[in-house]
């Protein structure tokens, strides 16, 4: 039954995602990429995550996203809400619908109402990830569910190499990762540990998805290189700490959402001008100082 | 329409002896030193875990078959134990534990195809191993660490040693005449480096002699860690090959899984020619070996997932209250300790108990789970177990149409029967049907009837089984 409704399914992402490729907007890419993503999870690695789950969580996402930008008079944008709910999609896990859902909402909902400077504060996937995982033990996630295999985390890598790219943050996870397999490699030599025991945790196919899917966001990275180099960095020594220090297998979800809380103050000194998704296209970096675009 | 439940049968467990090897044996996570050159040898082990907050219970039960004189078992541990800490427990739970959430065989008996299909299904536990033969092992002075602290726990001498150096403890061992595999410095050195103690335990002769017991019982220790996880590292040096491990975690909120290894589910539900009954066993451990091919051998693999208050069908009964104190639950109410809990069906959700129990396997070694197993408690509370359906065709004399029918469509249900079966084992599908031939399972299609022959009855014609 699910055999034959999976390719359907990931026909009709594909039709959708297909719906924007007029414009070459990075995020169309990134929801190609993340819907592709779901559908290998669906099909090869049996995410625990029924069909009325996932239509939840777009729902409430797309819902919250038209209701916030009617009440805040903007025009509605689907791609952004898109985004997030696939990255909750394939990251959150629960027992009910409603954990889901208010994940979903926290995560839409924070762009409009947790503001500094113009931008949102929170990834809001990550945001929402955190909200839901924090204060109730009704929602978790599965770090070791994308599994270890190098070539898996190859194809996130690839595929997040292109979407980075094109959204002229590559800079992002490269540096977040580098930061973070520097410390783990360099805690495996002082225990004498094996070099495989790092490599095995930066094959992680969870990781992976998260440095070029989630702490990439141009939306909640600095804008100018080197504070953007400091946010990665900190990030990747907060995951560090959250993992090692306090045994919290989720510790990057949690090391983001403090990185985003003292990001407006890096923002504060940080003179490059704001990101625009729709003039990102082709690698160029952003010059002109845009108005705050329609979330 | 009349409803019948046929007759259910429960699988033998002598053909299950295989699987309780790897099954239902012993499993703990530390190391077997041996003293002189004697081969140690540890290959599979239980280990029960307690887990709510930070407070963990670890049960670890082991199949030692060697000189008793030579068991020694090291295990890393978070804090130095206070004697209260440790504690002896008694195999019978620990096996009865493993036998609850056992994957299961079942079995359906067609119904007369004239009649209504009705089904029951029954399981049958595959058996535990209490073969467990211990020795002591002599104890030697230490030198180089520091003796945190030493007890006699039953048939057990306990030192709980820390070191501030790297290979401290390595040369103690050495110094007191233990054979270290080789690679136990840097790995010793490691956890060291974190800060672990060690919990060393060798049987005290004297004492096990009084048990009057031919085998070690399980030790158990109860502390406070914010880390959940199991060593395995040290057990993947003397080992020899892979070594089979099965967890048993008894948590509050829901299923536990491994962050660093995937938690894959065992392919469950499926029909399997009839056969296999007889050879459970082998079907199981053939499985399980195709399973670890298939996932590159680096899954851990989940084979019982459950709320403690029930199961269905089920291979053993639930565990007592009483038992699920004994192995650290400290949360079950006492009121009704001792009374054994025989509700075989679905019970009411979120029962008294409030114990999640789930079932881990993994087949290790150094190569592919070069990290100790770090685990995290999800919220996840769907039941799943592994459970394989035998159908046994009708084999009585029906006559209907439905019948007629009934009988065609066999060969390709066994052909069908034959190819998941192969699929699942890895087995050649050819010696599959042979054996299912063998059995009585024909793949030879009824003889077809004429279309004249409706006409004017079947005469002479017999329609063939």
Known sequence: ?295 | MKRSLKKTLIVAASGLAAVAMTGGAVAFCGFYVAKADTRLFNKASKVAIMRDGERTVLTMSNDYQGDLKEFAMVVPVPVVLEEGQIHVTDNAVIDHLDAYTAPRLVEYFDEDPCLVYERMEMAAPMSSSDDIIVTAAKRNKGLGVTIEAEYTVGEYDIVILSAKESGGLATWLRENGYKLPEGADQTLGSYIRQGTKFFVAKVNLKEQSKTGLKYLRPLQIAFESPKFMLPIRLGTLNADGKQELFVFALTRTGRIETTNYRTVKLPTGSNIPVYVKNEFGDFYKAMFAEQVEREAERAVFLEYAWDMNWCDPCAADPLSNEELRELGVYWTDSADDGQPITRRRPAPSGGAQDVFVTRLHVSYDAAHFPEDLMFKETGDRENYQGRYVLRHPYRGDAKCEAATDYRASLPKRFEAEAQTLASLTGWEVDDIRRKMKNGGQTFTPPPKEKWWERLWGTGDKKVGE
Request: proline content about 6%; some cysteine; glycine content about 8%.
């Open chain 1, 1 to 295: 039954m699910r055999e034959t409704a999976l390719p359907k399914a990931c026909a009709s992402l594909a039709r959708l995602a297909a719906l924007f490729g007029g414009k070459p907007d990075p995020r169309v890419f990134q929801i190609a990429a993340l819907a592709s993503l779901l559908c290998f999870g669906l099909a090869a690695r049996a995410f625990q995550i029924a069909p009325v789950e996932i239509g939840v969580i777009f729902t409430t996402a797309l819902a919250a996203q038209w209701a916030m930008s009617t009440i805040f008079a903007i025009r509605f944008e689907a791609k952004s809400a898109l985004i997030t709910a696939l990255s909750l999609t394939l990251l959150l896990r629960a027992n009910t619908p409603l954990p889901l859902a208010a994940a979903a909402f926290i995560a839409i909902s924070s762009k409009f109402l947790l503001r500094s400077q113009g931008k949102h504060i929170f990834n809001p996937a990550n945001i929402g990830i955190v909200a839901v995982t924090l204060f109730s033990g009704a929602a978790w996630t599965t770090p070791g569910q994308w599994g270890t295999a190098m070539w898996l985390a190859a194809i996130i890598a690839g595929a997040g190499f292109f979407v980075t790219y094109r959204a002229s943050r590559l800079d992002t996870p490269l540096i977040f990762l580098g930061a973070f397999a520097s410390l783990i490699i360099a805690r495996a030599l002082w225990l004498g540990d094996p070099l495989s025991i790092p490599m095995l945790r930066l094959q992680n196919g969870a990781l992976i998805l998260f440095a070029f899917f989630m702490i990439s966001d141009p939306k909640t990275t600095p804008d100018g290189f080197w504070p953007r180099a400091g946010f990665a960095a900190g990030t990747a020594v907060l995951s560090y700490i959250f993992i090692y220090h306090f045994y919290r297998a989720d510790g990057v979800f949690y090391a983001l959402a403090l990185a985003c809380l003292v990001r407006p103050a890096i923002d504060f000194f940080d003179r490059a001008p704001c990101y625009e998704w729709e003039r990102q296209s082709g690698g160029k970096r952003n010059l002109k100082l845009g108005a705050m675009p329609a979330e």
